[in-house]
Nanobody, 119 residues
Framework: QVQPVESGGGLVQAGGSLRLSCRAS??????MGWFRRAPGKEREFVAA???????YYADSMKDRVAISIDNTSNIAHLQIDNLRPEDTAVYYC???????????????WGLGTQVTVSS
């Protein structure tokens, strides 16, 4: 069973940066995606990357985020800059065999990491 594990969340002041990481176990090369759920809101797509390096970004965040992948260890990183209070959410990592912006594209999900941005 593949269980993505997120790390790197925490409390940060507005304008700051965070780097989230996600490790997917196993030898298979997965596409990796990041989603988030803010309090009282639906889950939304943030960014995704294929094992070959193709990327997708949510239009609302593409100027502030960067996703990368280390294929040798199946670890994906999400860099978020210029954080805003509205970025406060639980950030979820997902791994799958297909790349896309929809949750249904992914087969395995992490438990999430909390990001809180103070004003």
């Amino acid at each position: 069973q593949v269980q993505p594990v997120e790390s790197g969340g925490g409390l940060v002041q507005a304008g700051g940066s965070l780097r989230l990481s996600c490790r997917a176990s196993g030898p298979t090369r997965y596409a990796m995606g990041w989603f988030r759920r803010a309090p009282g809101k639906e889950r939304e797509f943030v960014a995704a990357i294929s094992w070959a390096g193709s990327t997708y970004y949510a239009d609302s965040m593409k100027d502030r985020v960067a996703i990368s992948i280390d294929n040798t260890s199946n670890i994906a990183h999400l860099q978020i800059d210029n954080l805003r209070p509205e970025d406060t959410a639980v950030y979820y990592c997902a791994a799958g065999y297909g790349l896309g912006t929809m949750a249904a594209n992914y087969n395995y999900w992490g438990l999430g990491t909390q990001v809180t941005v103070s004003s």
